[in-house]
Structure formats: C-alpha cells, structure tokens
C-alpha cells in the first residue's frame, strides 16, 4: 500500500496551519505551527526556500493549497483523492460535501474519531493490524465505508491496549453527533451520513471543487 512516510510536521508547515498529524505533539509548544511555540522561528514552509514563499499567491495557489491540505489531513495520495472527488461529482447533491462526508464515512477516519488513535496514521495502523471490526467482522481496509447503521468495534484484547486507553482517557476529543458510542468508547455506530455542519475540519470545500473543475 503506498503512504506518505516522510516527516510529518512538515506537512503542517507547508499548509501553514496543524493538521493533526502526530497525536499529543499537536497540541505541545513542539509544534512548529503553535503559537508561542519554542520552534516558531520555522513557522514558514519547508525547504531551502521556505522563506521565499510567504508572498501572497495566485487563486489557483489557494485552490491548489486547500486540496492539499485536505488531502494531506485525511492521509490520502493524490490518485486516491482524486478518485474520491469523481466519485462526489457523480453523485447528486452538493459535490464539495459529499467529498467530505466520503473522506469522514472512511473507516481509519471513524476509528480516529472514536477516539482510539491519536492521529489519523495511528488509527489506520489499527485497522491495517486487524484490530477494528464491522458488525463483528474483522475489516483490514482503511478505506472502507462505513454505511449507516454499521457499528465499528475494537477487539476485546485491544481494548485493554495502553496507547488506546490512554487516547480515551487523556484525548480532549468530543465524538462526533453522527456517531453513538457504547460500551465505555469502544463501540461506535454510524448513526446518519454526517452533515456539513457536523463536520468541524477547517477546510472550504468549494476551492477543492473549482480546482478540479478547471
């Protein structure tokens, strides 16, 4: 399966903005992107020309920059979220938000917002070693779509897990309305196609869409 495997915090500083990417580091003065930050002193791009690039872009740099930023918080590579898109285009409705409630309906996304992972990446590492199921059934695939009324549950051994009690018990995180929880956090079901309201990820969709419609 091809990922991104490269430093993460750099991804932040491209997008000028946390993403989320590494857990609990987000949210320290390790962040490169937090205010009062330690290391603030890097909070321009990456690269030997990061500097250079603070000057105001064109509209297509914004457009180009929100899909990035999108695609880069929900771990997909270009092909993937690509595909995504054309898939949200076909679909009636509004094309920007079904594109995002197709990348928060991706089962790694419900693990994380079920609050088992710290991040995204480490939530996927979940359901890639196994640890996730559907209805009982063991899923190993992140991109799977979980479809209302589907309850996504950790196995009884990993609910003993140090990193996943500790997410549940440290982790500020509120799970979402779209989503119930039971059995103490480690059962969650899919209550309705989450909502654009619902869906507190900072990113303007509508750029994504004129991007690619070009």
């Not at 989320?20 to 003065?29: D, M, V």
């Not at 918080?73 to 092909?79: A, I, V």
């Not at 790694?108 to 359901?127: E, I, P």
């Not at 009884?156 to 059995?183: H, I, M, Q, S, Y």
């Amino acid at each position: 399966m091809a990922r991104y495997t490269g430093p993460v915090c750099r991804l932040c500083r491209r997008e000028r903005t946390k993403l989320y990417l590494k857990g609990e580091r987000c949210f320290s003065l390790k962040c490169p992107v937090a205010e009062n930050s330690d290391r603030q002193a890097r909070a321009y791009p990456p690269g030997m020309h990061g500097r250079d690039r603070q000057r105001q872009g064109s509209e297509y740099l914004t457009q180009l920059r929100e899909k990035q930023k999108a695609r880069r918080t929900y771990g997909l590579l270009e092909k993937q979220f690509r595909n995504l898109y054309e898939e949200a285009n076909r679909r009636p409705g509004i094309t920007g938000t079904n594109l995002l409630q197709f990348l928060e309906l991706r089962l790694d996304n419900v693990a994380y917002r079920a609050g088992w992972g710290a991040s995204r990446a480490q939530a996927r590492q979940l359901v890639r070693h196994g640890h996730v199921a559907i209805n009982g059934k063991r899923v190993t695939i992140p991109s799977y779509r979980v479809r209302p009324g589907e309850v996504v549950s950790l196995k009884p051994v990993t609910r003993e897990n140090f990193n996943v009690k500790r997410n549940l018990d440290v982790l500020d995180r509120t799970v979402p309305g779209w989503l119930e929880v039971a059995e103490g956090g480690f059962n969650v079901t899919v209550r309705i196609v989450p909502q654009r309201e619902q869906i507190d990820e900072p990113i303007r969709e509508q750029l994504i869409v004129e991007l690619y419609s070009k």
